[in-house]
């Protein structure tokens, strides 16, 4: 059973969907840690409700993105961790932690990569007139959504689709979607 660490910034419906899938059974792991570097997200009230150990890393205490991935890094080591599952995490993750855990950091993004990389792929391809969008998990490289794809599934956009119905379905694709790739991975 692997340690794993979860990443998120904001609401954590991804970590949710991971953290019971992981409590269940149906996810062989064990969550380790959520790290968040937003001290208000709502994802760290999700975490104590579902007992799951805390760290909260605000990049502004920290001059440089070395110095705050290496306060991170110490986290991680402390816990014991051996996989990062980004759900969620609204920053770029930097050489030192791409360094450590080389091959070992999984991203869920919400859009057909190479399609709509970077904040707001929802809106984007909403926006877009395109008639898909979708979900991919990836792990991740130096670049933003780039990094070896694992799976990938379409969502169409219907007629009827507001940004918020649209919105609703993909993030009921991503929590099924990511339960099952980690189901697989782990």
């Known amino acids: 059973m692997k340690n ?16 019971k ?18 001290p208000e997200a709502k994802v760290t009230s999700r975490a104590g409700r579902l007992s799951v150990p805390i760290f909260v890393c ?14 991170i890094l ?3 080591e402390d816990a014991g961790v051996e996989f990062i599952v980004l759900a969620g995490y609204m920053r770029i993750v930097g050489k030192t932690l791409l360094d450590t855990f080389e091959g070992r950091i999984i991203n869920i993004h919400p859009s057909m990569l190479p399609d709509f990389p970077g904040l707001d792929a929802i809106e ?24 070896p794809i694992v799976v990938q599934e ?11 119905s649209l ?20």
């Not at 979860?6 to 969907?17: T, V």
């Not at 391809?125 to 490289?141: E, L, M, P, R």
């Not at 919105?167 to 782990?186: G, P, Q, S, T, W």
């Open 4 to 19: 794993i660490a979860i990443f998120a910034s904001g609401n954590g419906s991804n970590f949710e969907a991971i953290a």
């Open 58 to 71: 605000d990049s502004k205490d920290y001059p440089n993105r070395a110095a705050h991935e290496s306060r």
């Open 154 to 164: 379409m969502i169409d956009i219907l007629p009827e689709d507001t940004l918020e």
């Open 124 to 147: 984007k391809a909403f926006s877009a007139d395109v008639k898909q969008t979708g979900v991919t998990i990836h792990y991740i490289d130096s670049g933003v959504d780039t990094g």
């Open 167 to 186: 919105e609703a379905r993909v993030h009921e694709v991503e929590h099924r979607l990511y339960v099952k790739v980690l189901k697989d991975l782990l």
């Open 74 to 76: 110490s986290a991680l």
């Open 21 to 38: 899938a992981v409590k269940s059974g149906e996810i062989n792991a064990n969550i380790s840690l959520l790290v968040c570097d937003k």
